[in-house]
Structures are given as C-alpha cells and as structure tokens.
C-alpha cells in the first residue's frame, strides 16, 4: 500500500478552522454565465472577494494579464483589504474551483500537504470542462507543499468534514458509475478514511433538485461545529421534500449530531431548460472573519442567514446575491476552496 495522509497523521481540517487563504476563478465563462450576467456575477465576487480579504488572502485565478487588470479593477470599486488580494495567471475552463482545486490537509505537527484528486468534469458531463483537471494541478504546483495523488475522481464539493473523523457525502455522487467504476462503496469509504484522515463515513442519499454533480453534499448539509450540521429541509410536495426528510433522517439517525433544519428557498425555474437551480442555502462559505451566506430575493433568506450565523458568533454573517451564481449550477461553497494556515 502506496503512503497516504492518514498514515502519516494528516487529516481534512474543518472549514471554520483558521485559514491562510481562499482560492477563487475569476468568472468568465459564456456557457456558465451568458453576457447579459457576467457583470452581476463579477460584482458578486468583487463583494466576496471584500468580505473575506478583512481576515485572510484571496487568492484569484486569471487567464492572463488582460483579465487579472479586469478584475482588479473591479475589486478596487469595493473596500477589499488590497494587500490580501493575489493574482495567478493560470489558465482555467471554469470557476469551480471547490470540484478541481486541491483538498488541503494538515498534519498533528500542523503542517500543510494537498490531496490531488483527478477531476473528470462530474462523470464526463462537460467535455469542455475537463481541462480543469490540469488547471487544479497547476493550483497544487504554487503552494510547495507535499502533494498526495489518490488516482481516483472526487470533487471537493462531494465532502463535508467535522475536523474530528467525519465525513459527509452522498451514495447518488460517490457511487455513480461515471466517477470511479471500478471501485465498490467500502473501496471508496477506505479511501475517504486514508486521504481525509477520518474514521467514520456518513452516506446521504441524493441532492437537491437542479443540482448537475450528481448530489453534492456541499448543497444541503454542512457541518458547522464538530457535533452540528445544518441540513435543508423543505416541506410540501417539492421534488426536493421527501429527499431532503430522507438525508435529514439518516443524519438523526446516527445518533451522535445535532441536526438542525435549514430552509430551501422558493424553487427558481430555469424556463429554457425545463429544471430548476441548485438554490440553496447550505452553500455557504466560511472564512476567517466573514461567513458568506447566499440570499435569494426570497422571504427565507434572513431566517436561513439567521440560522447559519447562530454557529459562527465572532464572525460577520455577509448576506450576498446569489442568483446570477446559481444560473451556472453552482453557489458560494462551489466557487470557493480554502487553504489552512500551517501551524507548526
């Protein structure tokens, strides 16, 4: 058996645990997000980007130098802390970031290593999506850490870590035949165990509707101390209703969390395609001193805001627009990957 991080006392860190940065992709994309968009998309990460550079660095991938002077520009409208601003020139497909960007790890002597993971743009799904693979590996090139390869496809967003040996995920991700067929569900747990550093795997079911990753974890049910998780949770006769009661019942059922109910947003139809966005409020960020909270134009956003900030007491609850991110399938967790601070 190749060495892995377990072996060698590493472990996933919880998100709230002190950052040294977040990565983010600067918005670019026509696919993901059409023209008459993009700038509402590039304010809200400018707002992002302000919220979280007051507690730690963002650091943003460009393309290149046309789009870094873009960018800055824009950033440079708000009250971005600028000296925790930093641009790298490295090519990307798209902004997702938290699917193929490294998964940081530390050690119980507190320093840092990257878990590599191959990204195949969620099952294959988008063939102009799979250069991302390459740009992760370039992302993982910068820090000058050790790097572990696993050799399987996993994306960031598919876990959900307590920092203290759990694992969220979802058998509809996890298990689905487009990500590694060869492997079986207790091959896949023994390398969540190993990389992740954790003793214990709790499966969910599915997502949430409109999700195109196969269920995502990161989109109903995040951990937000080592023995709570915020699960959604929508009453009636919603496509999402009885999946959402399913995950939130499995996750009573274990006996050893809090399991608070988080609201769902009022479904937001996309007309052309027949589906409704992945809206939702678990797709929340946490940085050092903000917590990025998606809001909707809907009558549950300061209930789920409220909700959300009652775990983090010392830090700013940042509510920010979040439709024109979702019309590219995705939210704040998926646009966003944080880096630890080394602690030895």
Not at 51 to 75: F, H, P, Q, W
Not at 85 to 111: A, E, L, M
Request: glycine share 6%.
């Amino acid at each position: 058996m190749t060495e892995d991080p377990k072996s060698c006392n590493y472990h996933m860190p919880a998100e709230w645990e002190e950052h040294e940065a977040t990565w983010l992709s600067w918005p670019k994309n026509p696919l993901t997000f059409p023209e008459e968009i993009i700038e509402s998309v590039e304010k809200t990460y400018s707002l992002m980007v302000e919220a979280l550079s007051t507690g730690e660095v963002v650091k943003i991938l460009v393309d290149n130098a046309e789009m870094e002077e873009r960018a800055r520009s824009i950033i440079e409208k708000t009250s971005a802390n600028l000296d925790n601003v930093q641009f790298f020139q490295i090519q990307s497909s798209d902004v997702w970031i938290r699917d193929y960007g490294p998964t940081f790890i530390i050690n119980d002597k507190g320093k840092k290593a990257a878990i590599k993971w191959d990204f195949n743009a969620w099952g294959a799904k988008y063939d102009d999506l799979m250069y991302d693979n390459i740009t992760g590996e370039n992302v993982v090139q910068t820090t000058n850490v050790k790097i572990f390869r696993p050799g399987i496809v996993l994306e960031g967003g598919s876990i959900d870590v307590n920092g203290k040996g759990v694992v969220l995920t979802t058998e509809q991700c996890l298990l689905n035949p487009n990500r590694n067929p060869h492997l079986k569900k207790e091959d896949i747990e023994q390398y969540l165990c190993r990389y992740l550093g954790v003793d214990k795997v709790v499966w969910l079911k599915s997502g949430i509707d409109g999700d195109d990753t196969d269920g995502h974890v990161d989109d109903f049910a995040r951990f937000v101390n080592d023995h709570t998780i915020l699960c959604s949770y929508a009453e009636g006769d919603s496509l999402d209703s009885q999946v959402l009661k399913t995950n939130f019942e499995i996750l009573k059922s274990q006996g050893i969390f809090e399991v608070i109910a988080l609201p769902m947003p009022i479904p937001i139809p996309l007309d052309e395609e027949d589906r409704n966005l992945p809206a939702s409020y678990a797709n929340f960020y946490i940085g050092n001193k903000a917590v990025l909270v998606p809001s909707f134009d809907d009558p549950a956003d300061s209930a789920a805001a409220e909700i959300i900030g009652k775990y983090f007491p010392n830090r700013e609850i940042i509510s920010i627009p979040a439709k024109d991110v979702v019309y590219g399938y995705g939210g704040f967790h998926c646009i966003t990957q944080q880096e630890p601070k080394n602690r030895e």
